[in-house]
């Protein structure tokens, strides 16, 4: 065999490859035998036709035996002796398949492509200059916390006797036809709590119920927006059927020393809850701030060298941006699978930009732990498996079985990894304190086509444990669709330990 290395990019080979014809004979005779051996044909007993005919009748099949039976082994010695890596299986070309002869009359030429690592140069990742940034603790969001934490408490007394006013709270089965489509699957939903007046719930809903009682049925139409949250509501014009089952007023408990006292939490006064919440904000701050630095010094990095990503990697990156868009949807009430496929390749290729940098950035902080000769100990690993299994409250045996579907241990191995290397990096690094830019007022960077510009890292900068919100129950979510009204996106809400609040759904404009 006879191999000749063509270098297309950093991260794509070539490899010509001529397989003799002494070497292509003797497979091709095995396999025309067999073939004989076992064919069934004409004018002849089973076994006894003649080769040649044999070699004629069968040519299509042992022409694709003699390859399964040659390549694998050929490429692989080709592969082996120009020292290369594949990340994904080769490409395999013939210079023209139609006129190649595996009956070992002649040799073979072929092309093999592979797809391998670039050589990633080693980063001047020491005294690296950045700015830690703290968001300071505001007294209104201490203000929006304990409100939250009283709206959590709060009763809902009956009235009886009362017909629904703007402020009330409204107990309702909801069923609901589509205007427009009859057929299609009802909208069915029991012991949902509507506040009229509320600005989240659509018009229509105020409409209808303020002035019902208990007791009562009540028949509307909802036309809902084109940019209703929900894609199976947008758009479409809905007839309700309400059955009101009460009618009641929230009490919310007074914010006083008595009530911090009944949550239970070590509070001896409402003043001494207050300064838990901000030392828990303080604390949260703290590590917003060391986030946003690891991202920025990455960043750094990623904008000073430029080098070539393997293809597989960036698609692989970019198609778990993806998953990630598509939980962000379903968290806002939308349905990813109500989008086609236009839209989803839209995504897709809006993300490979961040997933080239990600990987980058990803490379990078491998060379750096290479230079750093960053270890990962078991214990470590057997800790991240117990975290993950605490946050997600699962069992660690759950989490383990988890892991031998999607790589193993190895995944987190290789984070634990990053996640030293990032350390290394904020270590050596020449850190100012700097003052607080609120992100909502920093204006849009965009591309020259007006595309919004997204830096890589803009998370924590490392892998560490992912925020989640509670799931809601199916009842609330459901009566969110049918009833929230759509919002402009506001900016996610901060981390509150003590008392967090819920992020509200809100619909993309």
Request: no cysteine; charged share 35%.
């Amino acid at each position: 065999m006879k191999t000749e290395l063509k270098d297309i990019s950093p991260t794509q080979k070539e490899i010509k490859i001529e397989i003799e014809a002494d070497v292509i004979k003797p497979v091709y005779q095995t396999v025309a035998k067999k073939y004989a051996s076992m064919a069934q044909v004409p004018g002849f007993r089973k076994g006894f036709a003649p080769v040649d005919i044999i070699k004629t009748r069968f040519k299509d099949q042992i022409f694709n035996d003699v390859l399964r039976e040659i390549l694998p082994d050929q490429v692989a010695e080709a592969i082996k002796e120009n020292n290369l890596n594949p990340l994904r299986e080769p490409e395999i070309h013939f210079e023209d398949i139609k006129t190649a002869k595996l009956d070992g009359s002649e040799s073979v030429s072929l092309h093999v492509h592979v797809e391998v690592m670039p050589e990633v140069p080693m980063p001047e990742y020491k005294g690296l200059e950045g700015v830690r940034r703290l968001r300071p603790v505001d007294e209104n969001e201490i203000d929006e916390i304990i409100d939250e934490r009283r709206k959590s408490m709060a009763t809902l007394i009956p009235m009886d006797d009362h017909k629904a006013e703007l402020g009330d709270t409204v107990i309702v089965d909801l069923n609901g036809t589509f205007v427009d489509d009859p057929a299609a699957e009802p909208v069915s939903v029991e012991n949902i709590e509507i506040k009229l007046g509320d600005e989240r719930i659509e018009k229509a809903f105020n409409d209808a119920l303020v002035g019902v009682e208990p007791d009562q049925e009540k028949t509307f139409v909802v036309d809902y927006p084109a940019e209703f949250t929900s894609p199976g509501l947008a758009g479409k014009k809905v007839e309700y059927t309400a059955r009101i089952k009460g009618v009641g007023r929230i009490e919310l408990p007074e914010a006083d020393d008595e009530w911090a006292k009944s949550l239970e939490e070590g509070f001896e006064s409402i003043k001494d809850l207050r300064r838990k919440l901000r030392d828990d904000m303080e604390y949260v701050s703290k590590i917003e701030a060391d986030n946003k630095l690891r991202s920025e010094l990455i960043n750094i990095l990623v904008e000073k060298y430029d080098f070539e990503v393997p293809s597989m990697l960036k698609d692989s990156q970019a198609k778990g941006l993806v998953n990630n868009f598509a939980q962000n949807m379903m968290q806002q009430g939308m349905d990813p699978n109500a989008a086609n496929k236009d839209f989803w390749q839209m995504v897709y290729n809006q993300m490979l930009p961040q997933a080239e940098r990600d990987v980058r950035g990803a490379m990078l902080l491998e060379k750096i732990a290479e230079a750093e000769k960053v270890e990962v100990k078991q214990e470590e690993i057997d800790h991240e498996i117990e975290m993950m299994a605490a946050n997600s409250r699962v069992t660690v045996e759950e989490v383990k079985s988890h892991l031998e579907k999607h790589g193993g241990e190895a995944n987190i191995n290789d984070r634990l990894r990053s996640r030293k290397a990032v350390d290394a990096l904020l270590d050596s690094a020449k850190i100012t304190d700097g003052e607080w830019i609120d992100p909502s007022q920093v204006p849009e960077i965009t591309d020259a086509e007006g595309e919004e510009v997204t830096k890589a890292g803009e998370g924590d900068g490392s892998e560490t444990a992912e925020n989640t919100e509670e799931t809601k129950p199916a009842k609330a979510k459901k009566a969110e669709k049918a009833g929230d009204k759509p919002k402009k996106p506001k900016a996610p809400a901060k981390d509150k330990p003590a008392g967090k609040k819920k992020d509200e759904e809100k619909a993309p404009e």
